[in-house]
């Protein structure tokens, strides 16, 4: 339903008529708030089933504890996976007092009032704040930003926010049905989590079992179960309800019997027996038909159903048609959905509210309502059928765009979602592919595909003509790179996206850039699957494009990624040529600049750190590392995760390469932490590989091996091949170290046929100097297969230019040649390659390579 519109002052009287058996709980809630106050934060969180009262417990506690505090209040609503900060946007409205009536220009003022007038330290959280509330201008800085830095920075302002006004009074800020929240909502909440510690902050959270979180091991953590009334407890509230006849007492017995102590079920039958005439009260409570003509119901949800059905025609379909708008609703979108006069409505609205399917709770503007439970909205909507929802549906998407024609961004999700299930198939496609756009614009990768996914499946249903394909392009732009990072760069979801958009894109005579990114969608799967005599033809046909167009950023980009694609190619001099014109280009460039690329393609982080192995493989390992440090120094000032992430994925590789081990750790746990946050699978698994080959080398061989092993499955799994003969090396050589050397060989055998389906072959020589290095390791008499081994390697690097692994693999024929009797061949070849470098000579291999020359000369 939009922003919920947080309660600040209190609900209404709401939950079961009366309240028994959670003095424990209550007593644990009380605690945890006078420490709070005291500024220990604190969070309580509520477990429990359905209907056994969780919201009803954080209700009574907060009517008995109200006082001193400031009270933020979200709830999660059952479609609200898909609509990503629609619980943390409820908070913000909550906590700024924007109302649905305000516009763009009264939000900005409430917002930047508030945060000024709080401590005006806090001034530079204010464009993040904006843009999460859809309120940043065109030529705002925030639009520089790439998206996942966007949405950080946008959560940390809010915890700032939270934190800094906790400093004036105490905050408890509630999160209601944790088991329905989106991913981003839970992002913010694992980042408020992690912060309260020292605040007077009490987080109250309250979920169903099957919900899971990683707070279970903090100090400040309390969690609560509640399980169903027991006997004595249930006995009361009957009591409560019923009073304490003795011609009641079996039908007591039935109740508790039938319920199994569950609260909201025991509620339910009791108000389904007062309106069906079994029970009357005249001064007491009294009982009109024997208890075994009652017949109760098996489930909570077939007596709500049966309570729906024994309404009366009109005030059943407005329920229904409350169900279909949401959990919670506005009476201004009811007015406009119903269409009856505003006095029979509001008498109408009373009656449900005195049946108790819905109650009245006071917003920041229009009177609001919501269900009494979940389950009550869940049964009244099933109840609706189906071609009467979709009108209904679709009845609600007209009145939120009549109600809400200047703020239509802040109900994206809503419009989508009922466009989605009425029948305006258009209006679906449309509403769905403008959410997307949103929630890929603020990173939230899942939420945006379940739109893209949605709108996809509505956008069959439209005639095959031009507006229809232009439709889907759009979907399957603006969707890949959340499709990519979700289903894996590699994954064939990705592949076959791009290239139906490519499909698309040259069926229509459309802008030229739109062309453009669909190719550049297929050339992540050629580069990462890899293919790389297809990445190198579409890489080409990139450039021709952006030449054509005379568009410097898309020439940029394209230069660059044909660069890369010759360096997977082993050539290496045809990439340095390209990542320095790709530099050249990106300096000449006019900043500050606009783009429809994603951000990421233009920062020079990317050409980089790219051209920093490239440079290693050349035989220029201090420059390499000149360059990983620029591109990290680059990344982080920027902000952009992304490339913060990419840079140390690269980063932890040269380190291996450079045998630097506790710097490829620290690149390699950070990878690690950056790609798990970003919900990149593929880095995530490399990064996990490293610190695998970090135990190997630490001397813990078993478990490295089996991480190494693991991790390269997983890799694997996200269609990314790239690299995987590299990794196969390596596992193939700490198995060696072991004495498994059969497995081992096994083992580095396999990526031998990987490089030549690929033609990736910036590994090639490497893969076959660690095979000739296995073979002597399990036989030190049979050389000849080893020599050959060494001396194809030798050949693919001299060809490639590939002076790094030269120098491993001369040295490696050198150490052959000496216990072979060839002193002085092994000393002539490894003088010429070591007099070649210039520089390096700190690194590993080139100690090495000096220790062993100097052995050869004496």
């Known amino acids: 339903m939009g922003p919920l519109r947080t309660r600040l002052q209190g609900s209404a009287t709401r939950g079961y008529t009366k309240f028994v058996g959670r003095e424990h709980e209550m007593e644990a809630l009380r ?195 509640l399980d169903p009334l027991g006997k004595e407890s249930a006995e009361e509230m009957l009591y409560l309800l019923l009073g304490d006849g003795k011609d009641l007492i079996p039908l007591k017995r039935l109740i508790i019997e039938k319920t199994e102590g569950n609260p909201l079920f025991m509620e339910e039958i009791f108000q389904a027996l007062a309106e069906d005439g079994s029970l009357k009260r005249n001064g007491t409570m009294n009982l009109m038909r024997p208890v075994e003509q009652i017949k109760i119901p098996p489930t909570v949800q077939d007596i709500l159903a049966s309570r729906i059905d024994r309404l009366s025609v009109d005030h059943k379909e407005l329920l229904q048609t409350l169900a279909v708008i949401g959990k919670e609703f506005p009476l201004a979108l009811a007015q406009e ?88 198939a258009m209006k679906a496609v449309e509403y769905c592919l403008r959410a997307c756009q ?194 990290t120094a680059i990344a982080r000032e920027s902000g952009y995760k992304s490339d913060l992430e990419a840079v140390c994925s690269y980063a932890m590789g040269i380190y291996q390469l450079r045998n630097e081990l506790e710097h490829m750790r620290e690149s390699a746990e950070l990878t690690m932490a950056l790609a798990t946050e970003l919900g990149n699978p593929f880095r995530r698994a490399r990064a996990e590989i490293h610190l695998g080959w970090a135990e190997v080398s630490s001397g813990d061989l078993a478990s490295g091996i089996a991480q190494m092993q693991c991790n390269l499955s997983e890799s694997r799994a996200t269609g990314s091949d790239s690299g995987t003969e590299y990794y196969l090396a390596l596992i193939a050589t700490a198995l060696g170290r072991t004495g498994r050397f059969d497995e081992g060989l096994r083992t580095i055998e396999q990526a031998l046929p990987l490089i030549e389906k690929s033609d990736e072959r910036l590994y090639e020589a490497e893969v076959h100097r660690l095979k000739g290095e296995l073979l002597l390791a399990k036989n030190a008499s049979d050389t000849t297969q080893a020599e050959q081994c060494f001396r194809k390697a030798n050949d693919i690097a001299r060809r490639q230019k590939a002076k790094s692994w030269e120098l491993r693999a001369t040295a490696s024929l050198a150490r052959h040649l000496r216990d072979t009797n060839r002193r002085y061949e092994a000393r002539v070849i490894l003088s010429e390659i070591y007099n070649w470098f210039t520089e390096g000579f700190d690194t590993a291999d080139l100690k090495d390579a000096k220790t062993l020359l100097e052995e050869l000369r004496g």
């Open 31 to 225: 605690h945890a708030a006078e420490l709070a106050q005291q500024g220990h934060g604190q969070i309580v969180a509520v477990v429990a089933e359905a209907g056994v009262g969780k919201s009803r417990l954080f209700h009574e506690f907060k009517a008995r504890n109200r006082s001193g505090w400031m009270v933020l209040e979200a709830v999660s609503v059952p479609d609200g996976k898909g609509s990503a900060f629609l619980p943390v946007i409820d908070l913000l409205w909550g906590y700024f007092k924007i109302t649905a009536d305000d516009n763009e220009r009264t939000r900005r003022e409430k917002i930047t009032g508030r945060v000024l007038a709080l401590d005006r330290t806090l001034e530079d959280s204010l464009p993040y704040l904006y843009a999460l509330l859809g309120l940043a201008e065109p030529n705002s800085p925030v639009a520089e930003v790439e998206p996942q830095t966007r949405k950080r920075r946008s959560l940390e302002a809010i915890k700032l926010v939270l934190l800094r006004e906790s400093l004036d009074q105490s905050l408890m800020i509630e999160f209601e049905d944790l088991h329905g929240i989106d991913s981003e909502s839970r992002v913010f909440l694992n980042l408020l989590a992690d912060s309260i510690g020292t605040a007077q902050i009490l987080l109250l959270v309250n979920y169903r079992p099957e919900y899971q979180h990683d707070w279970g091991g903090r100090t400040y953590y309390t969690q609560l179960r």
């Open 337 to 424: 959905v119903v269409e009856k006069p505003e006095g029979e409505l509001s008498l109408m609205l009373n009656n449900l509210q005195l049946a108790e399917f819905i109650y009245e709770q006071p917003g920041a503007g229009d009177v609001e309502y919501t269900f009494k439970h979940p389950l009550t909205q869940e049964a009244a909507y099933k109840s609706v059928l189906i071609e009467r929802r979709k009108l209904l549906h679709e009845r609600i998407g007209a009145a939120l765009e009549s109600l809400y024609p200047q703020t239509p961004a802040d109900h994206l999700d809503e419009l989508a979602h009922h466009y989605a299930h009425g029948s305006n």
């Open 438 to 631: 949103q929630c890929a614009d603020r990173a939230s990768s899942a939420e945006a595909l379940a739109h893209y996914e949605t709108g996809l499946a509505r956008l069959q249903e439209l005639p095959d003509d031009d507006q229809r394909a232009e439709l889907e392009l759009a979907l399957r732009i603006a969707s890949h790179w959340s499709l990519a990072t979700i289903k894996g760069y590699g994954s064939a979801e990705a592949e076959r996206s791009a290239a139906r958009a490519m499909e698309l894109a040259q069926r229509l005579d459309i802008n030229w850039e739109k062309s453009w990114l669909a190719l550049r969608g297929l050339l992540t799967s050629a580069l990462v699957r890899p293919d790389v005599p297809r990445a190198r033809e579409i890489a080409t046909e990139l450039l021709t494009r952006a030449e054509q167009h005379k568009s410097a950023e898309h020439l940029t980009a394209s230069v660059h990624f044909l660069a890369f694609v010759n360096m997977l190619a082993g050539a290496f001099d045809l990439a340095a040529e390209g990542f320095d014109r790709g530099a050249a280009l990106y300096e000449s460039m006019p900043k500050p600049k606009t783009s429809p690329l994603p951000p990421h393609l233009l920062l020079p982080s990317q050409n980089f750190v790219l051209s920093a192995w490239n440079l290693w493989f050349l035989g220029y390992p201090d420059r390499a590392l000149a360059h990983i440090n620029a591109a």
